[in-house]
C-alpha cells in the first residue's frame, strides 16, 4: 500500500446521501484512478486522471463523480444517484516508467449502503 | 473479513510445495501484464510483471510464465508458505493505451500447515 492512503477504511451511507472516499498519494505519481470490486469479479474503472485538472470516465462512472484539484488528491464522491453502490472501492496511481505504466494500489474503503 | 474471494476458484496447496495459479487472458493486443496478491480487506499488492517480448520472468520465488499463442498467463510460487494464502490475479494491458488495465476475478489460494 506504501504511499497511498484511503480514508476511510469502512463507511456506511444511508440511501439517498452523497458520500466521498479520499485518496491521497505521496509517490509524485502522474495518474490516479477508482476501481470497484465486487465479489467474484475483476476490478472495474470508475473514472481515472492522467494530470491535474483533468479526469476521464471508466467503464461504470455513472453515478459517481471525481475532482483532481491537487496531484496528491483524487477523491471520489458516490451520488445517491449510484443504484448499488455497496462495493470495496480501491484507489490506485501510476507513473510512466519505461514505456509501462504499473498501478499501485491503497488499501482501500468498504462503503455499505444501510 | 471482506468479501473479496467468495465465488472465486480456490487452489489448495500444502505449505512447502510449489503452486501455479494460472490466468487467460483475453485481448491478443495486449502486451504487458502483472499479478497481484490481494489479502482479506486490503489492497492488491504488485508481486511481477512480464512484457509481451518475454516468456519467462523470475523474481524472488515467483515466476511468471507467458504464453501469446493461447493466451495463458501463469504464476507459480516456490516454497508456498501460510503468508502466500491471498487472492492472486492479473491484469492485461496494451501499452499503446496508458491507464486501461482489465483485471481478472482471481484465484484464491489456501496455504495448509
Known amino acids: 500500500d506504501g504511499g497511498i492512503t484511503q480514508s476511510p477504511k469502512y463507511l456506511f451511507r444511508k440511501e439517498g446521501q452523497n458520500v466521498t472516499l479520499s485518496c491521497e498519494q505521496n509517490l509524485n505519481h502522474d495518474a490516479m484512478y477508482w476501481y470497484r470490486q465486487d465479489p467474484g469479479q475483476g476490478l472495474r474503472l470508475i473514472y481515472y486522471s492522467q494530470i491535474v485538472n483533468d479526469f476521464q470516465k471508466g467503464d461504470i462512472a455513472e453515478g459517481y463523480s471525481v475532482s483532481r484539484e491537487k496531484k496528491e488528491s483524487f477523491p471520489l464522491t458516490v451520488t445517491s444517484a449510484q443504484k448499488n453502490p455497496t462495493a470495496f472501492y480501491l484507489c490506485a496511481s501510476s507513473i510512466s516508467e519505461g514505456g509501462v505504466d504499473t498501478q499501485y494500489f491503497g488499501p482501500g474503503t468498504r462503503l455499505t449502503v444501510l | 473479513g471482506e468479501s473479496v474471494g467468495l465465488h472465486l476458484p480456490t487452489l489448495s496447496v500444502q505449505e512447502g510445495d510449489n503452486s501455479i495459479i494460472n490466468c487467460a487472458y483475453s485481448?491478443?493486443?495486449?502486451?504487458?501484464f502483472i499479478w497481484y496478491k490481494q489479502e482479506s480487506g486490503k489492497g492488491p499488492q504488485f508481486i511481477i510483471d512480464i512484457r509481451s517480448n518475454m516468456d519467462k520472468r523470475q523474481g524472488q520465488r515467483v515466476t511468471v510464465l507467458l504464453n501469446k499463442t493461447v493466451k495463458h498467463l501463469s504464476l507459480q510460487i516456490a516454497a508456498t508458505q501460510p503468508g502466500d494464502s491471498a487472492v492472486y490475479f492479473c491484469a492485461e494491458n496494451s501499452l499503446g493505451d496508458f491507464n486501461k488495465f482489465y483485471f481478472g476475478s482471481g484465484t484464491k489460494l489456501n496455504v495448509k500447515p
Open positions: 485481448n491478443s493486443a495486449s502486451d504487458y
